[in-house]
């Protein structure tokens, strides 16, 4: 939808969005910073700019064929997530107590890993699955009160984009405003970043220690590190296992530090 709206504003427009008039103080301004600039052809920029625009509409269009050709894939893992999840929730007290008999670790140290194990996955779901929902529903009424097209597909994907480290929410935000800027009028553009700025990127500050609590004792930069490792190694699964196995990897150091300690003359059997 943005991309037919591009096109169709360029082509209404390319008299004075391609004309040398209204460029000439532009192309002056970057001459003056030591920047040598080539005659520009503005009716082969435009060209070039609307065949990119066609190009990339038709490659989208060809990305839906194939999410709808593997929604049944979807559906049918989803099933035997949901039928998994129905044992484990009827049987989890027996299947945990097999995993500690089938793990030859010291009980007292199996029961720390495994208590471990399920505040880092809770705590972990509610830092971020939550702060996700949250960031998902604001950018959704904001875009409804701006009326931007295909606010319901713009904000799921604002939701997955807000794992992503460092830029989050904002690779998906600031580009809309830039073209609100373009499109409409700059006042509302400016109006929609600030505005989403506040209420999707800044509250994230706010609202994922509030989730986590400092309840996992790790330095925010080895968690991030962690998610970026677990990102290269088990794709959006490392959003949840990289940090989980650091975590218990300094469980598992913190126990053995506390064994020696404990027993300094002993050699160190956590196995």
Same mark, same amino acid.
């Given at each position: +939808? @943005?991309?037919?709206?591009?096109?169709?504003? $360029?082509?209404?427009?390319?008299?004075?969005? %391609?004309?040398?008039?209204?460029t000439?103080?532009?192309?002056?301004?970057?001459?003056?910073?030591? $920047?040598?600039?080539?005659?520009?052809?503005?009716?082969?920029?435009? /060209?070039?700019?609307?065949?990119?625009?066609?190009?990339?509409? +038709?490659?989208?269009?060809?990305?839906?064929?194939?999410?709808?050709? #593997?929604?049944g894939?979807? %559906?049918?893992?989803?099933? @035997?997530?949901?039928?998994?999840?129905? &044992?484990c929730?009827?049987d989890?007290?027996?299947?945990?107590? =097999?995993? !500690?008999?089938?793990?030859?670790? /010291?009980?007292?140290?199996?029961?720390?890993?495994?208590? !471990?194990?399920?505040? $880092?996955?809770? /705590?972990?779901?509610s830092?971020?699955?939550?702060?996700?929902?949250?960031?998902?529903?604001?950018?959704?009424?904001?875009?409804?009160? &701006?009326? *931007?097209?295909?606010? =319901?597909?713009? +904000?799921?994907?604002?939701?997955?984009? +807000?794992f992503?480290?460092?830029?989050?929410?904002?690779?998906?935000?600031?580009?809309i405003?830039?073209?609100?800027?373009? #499109?409409?009028?700059v *006042? !509302?553009? *400016?109006?929609?970043?600030?505005?989403?700025? $506040?209420c999707?990127? &800044?509250?994230? /500050?706010?609202?994922?220690?509030? %989730?986590?609590?400092?309840?996992?004792?790790?330095?925010?930069?080895?968690?991030? %590190?962690?998610?970026?490792?677990?990102?290269?190694?088990?794709?959006?699964?490392?959003?949840?296992?990289?940090?989980?196995?650091?975590?218990?990897? @300094? #469980?598992?150091?913190?126990l053995?530090?506390?064994?020696k300690?404990?027993?300094?003359?002993?050699?160190?059997?956590?196995?």
């Open positions: +939808s @943005f991309l037919q709206i591009a096109e169709t504003y $360029i082509r209404k427009n390319s008299d004075t969005m %391609f004309a040398a008039e209204s000439q103080k532009l192309f002056a301004f970057v001459e003056s910073l030591g $920047i040598p600039l080539p005659d520009a052809n503005f009716e082969s920029v435009k /060209n070039s700019v609307l065949d990119l625009i066609q190009t990339y509409s +038709s490659r989208l269009f060809s990305i839906g064929k194939s999410v709808i050709n #593997t929604a894939t979807f %559906f049918i893992s989803l099933l @035997f997530i949901v039928f998994a999840l129905y &044992f929730f009827l989890g007290p027996y299947l945990g107590g =097999l995993i !500690k008999k089938a793990i030859p670790i /010291n009980p007292v140290h199996m029961k720390i890993l495994m208590r !471990k194990f399920a505040d $880092i996955t809770k /705590n972990l779901f830092g971020y699955i939550l702060v996700a929902l949250y960031q998902g529903l604001a950018s959704f009424l904001l875009m409804l009160a &701006f009326r *931007i097209p295909a606010a =319901l597909l713009l +904000s799921v994907t604002l939701m997955l984009a +807000s992503v480290p460092l830029f989050g929410a904002a690779i998906i935000w600031f580009p405003g830039i073209i609100l800027c373009a #499109t409409t009028s *006042i !509302k553009g *400016i109006a929609f970043l600030v505005l989403a700025a $506040i999707i990127s &800044f509250l994230d /500050n706010f609202l994922r220690p509030l %989730f986590l609590k400092d309840r996992i004792h790790v330095h925010p930069l080895v968690i991030f %590190f962690a998610i970026l490792g677990g990102l290269k190694v088990f794709g959006m699964n490392g959003l949840v296992l990289g940090p989980l196995i650091v975590i218990l990897f @300094f #469980t598992v150091l913190d053995m530090i506390e064994k300690s404990t027993y300094p003359d002993t050699s160190i059997e956590v196995c």
